[in-house]
């Protein structure tokens, strides 16, 4: 059973303009979430992370936010350039476990 | 980059045949992770490795067995390869189990004819 979700299996965005990808989880004990980024024949690269006692983290163009209550999660990318063209993945991890859940990931594409 | 290569990087093979993947790290890393990569399914773990000699069950180990030997090298062991197990395996590391992101080696991808 996927315990973490991502719902839209693509995205298509102007250059410029915002990103925003959406995560779903069922786990209330995940406490710590990511997001990694994929570029074809390419390993996932980090991205950004936000822990359960945070609803907001910010780097750079990448902003990540989260709902406990809703168990949602976002990345936001303001603006979108046509490099951020890749698969995204967000994953979560529990405060007792070694494991990483994977959602199965969003590609996004912007269109110059 | 951190320092994981995979090998090979490629690699076709016939149903029945035992095949081993490897990963070797340069960061000094205490843990190790084998992920898969199938379509609708995103990465799951098949065995991670929490120090030399212990190892641990992913959520789909079945098939699989893994070795570590020393702190640099995991290994990934497919004892009779069938075709589902034709996927891109990923491998990963982590410094701790704290709240530090996992870094990726660029895969293998794997075909079971």
């Known amino acids: 059973d996927q315990q973490v979700k991502q719902n839209s299996p693509s995205l298509s965005v102007q250059e410029g303009r915002i990103s925003i990808l959406n995560c779903d989880y069922t786990n209330s004990m995940f406490d710590y979430f990511l997001w990694y980024k994929k570029y074809p024949a390419e390993g996932p690269t980090f991205l950004i992370s936000?822990?359960?006692?945070?609803d907001k983290n910010e780097d750079g163009r990448f902003t990540v936010f989260l709902n406990k209550s809703a168990k949602h999660l976002s990345l936001h990318i303001v603006p979108s350039q046509p490099g951020d063209s890749a698969v995204y993945f967000c994953?979560?991890?529990?405060?007792?476990?070694?494991?990483?859940?994977f959602g199965t990931g969003t590609s996004l594409t912007v269109i110059p | 980059d951190a320092g994981i290569t995979q090998s090979p990087r490629h690699k076709v093979t016939e149903t029945g045949t035992p095949v081993t993947l490897r990963c070797h790290q340069t960061e000094n890393h205490r843990y190790m992770y084998w992920y898969r990569q199938d379509p609708g399914h995103g990465l799951r773990l098949i065995h991670y490795s929490y120090g030399v000699k212990d190892t641990d069950k992913g959520e789909v180990s079945d098939g699989y067995s893994v070795s570590r030997s020393k702190t640099e090298d995991f290994l990934l062991t497919l004892e009779s390869a069938t075709s589902s197990q034709t996927s891109v395996y990923f491998c990963a590391i982590s410094a701790t189990n704290s709240n530090q992101p996992q870094h990726f080696g660029d895969g293998t991808r794997l075909s079971i004819l």
């Open positions: 994953a979560a991890r529990t405060n007792t476990g070694n494991q990483f859940y």
């Open positions: 936000i822990s359960s006692i945070k």
